[in-house]
T-cell receptor
């Protein structure tokens, strides 16, 4: 498929465990974004990658959250010592970067994380 | 944090009627976008309106923007059952190719066949 894919679709873990969430962006998209969406809320920005580097990580809530994109394509969001409050749907989006202005973000279906 | 607040939080209408959703935001913007999210599915970009535009149309969608009031509205005309979804406004601010997008709290629309 040509869209953004995320794996796993669902992840259930226990408090204190480590989790990794994966995002495969649309081929050729240089920009990649992670968002977190709690029940009944809009998505909240976590981090933005341009190529391999995190250009804006101002949305990461604390140092338990970390994301990488080593080859400028697939990205992994890593959460250490998970807490119940981390339970949410984690969304990934990608876009191309044009010469001028904003480029549409294409979203994946999300990973629903449940921390017991 | 959420930039926008949407009104109403929930809306239920009959098929064929028009649906209007409003969004208010707090800071300057480069553009404002509207997204749709169906239950269990990802967000879909619907329409973007730039800060120097006042109105934009796309099919059955009409978006207005009033930067002096920091508000926008989304009108869906001749609604269909398939329009049932949550709708989010999102503001974008930044320079060059990167514009940070901040979402509102959403309006849940139900269209009754």
């Amino acid at each position: 498929g040509a869209g953004v894919s995320q794996t796993p679709s669902n992840k259930v873990t226990e408090k204190g465990k480590y989790v990794e969430l994966r995002c495969d962006p649309i081929s050729g998209h240089t920009a990649l974004y992670w968002y977190r969406q709690s029940l009944g809320q809009g998505p909240e920005f976590l981090i933005y990658f341009q190529g391999t580097g995190a250009a804006d990580d101002s949305g990461l809530p604390n140092d338990r959250f970390f994301a990488v994109r080593p080859e400028g394509s697939v990205s992994t969001l890593k959460i250490q010592r998970t807490e119940r409050g981390d339970s949410a749907v984690y969304l990934c989006a990608s876009s191309s970067i044009g010469v001028v202005g904003y480029n549409e973000q294409f979203f994946g279906p999300g990973t629903r994380l449940t921390v017991l | 944090s959420q930039q926008g607040e949407e009104d109403p939080q929930a809306l239920s209408i009959q098929e064929g009627e028009n649906a209007t959703m409003n969004c208010s935001y707090k800071t300057s913007i480069n553009n404002l976008q509207w997204y749709r999210q169906n239950s269990g599915r990802g967000l879909v970009h619907l329409i973007l309106i730039r800060s120097n535009e006042r109105e934009k149309h796309s099919g059955r969608l009409r978006v207005t923007l009033d930067t002096s009031k920091k508000s926008s509205s989304l009108l869906i005309t001749a609604s269909r059952a398939a329009d049932t979804a949550s709708y989010f406004c999102a503001t974008a601010l930044g320079a060059g190719g990167y514009q940070k997008v901040t979402f509102g709290t959403g309006t849940k629309l139900q269209v009754i066949p």
